[in-house]
């Protein structure tokens, strides 16, 4: 997200990163349950948005940003983050039909 603020403003770059966020990881995930498929659509979306807040959390919050404040924003973090867990879901239920 930081390639974007470059380019265009926050808001803008908080509302790409909320749409962009879930198709990617529809993508991923339709990718690993037509391969791999070795946990069920719920633990597979737990499991990606694990590893997304942990990312956040560690690398962006404590590396680049150096402060907690993107965790107030429901745009910047909580939304992608519900938004990664259902699409990832949803596309795991889908593809094991």
């Known amino acids: 997200m930081i390639w974007d603020q470059a380019v265009t403003s926050l808001d803008n770059a908080l509302i790409i990163h909320a749409i962009g966020a879930p198709i990617v990881f529809a993508i991923v995930s339709f990718v690993y349950f037509k391969t791999l498929n070795y946990t069920s659509p719920?633990?597979?979306?737990?499991?990606?948005?694990?590893?997304?807040?942990?990312?956040?959390?560690?690398?962006?919050?404590?590396?680049?940003?150096?402060?907690?404040?993107?965790?107030?924003?429901?745009?910047?973090?909580?939304?992608?983050?519900?938004?990664?867990?259902?699409?990832?879901?949803?596309?795991?239920?889908?593809?094991?039909?």
């Open 42 to 97: 719920i633990v597979t979306a737990f499991t990606f948005v694990a590893v997304v807040v942990l990312m956040d959390f560690f690398i962006v919050s404590l590396l680049i940003n150096q402060n907690f404040d993107m965790f107030l924003s429901p745009i910047g973090t909580w939304i992608p983050f519900a938004l990664i867990f259902t699409s990832t879901y949803l596309t795991g239920t889908y593809v094991r039909k």
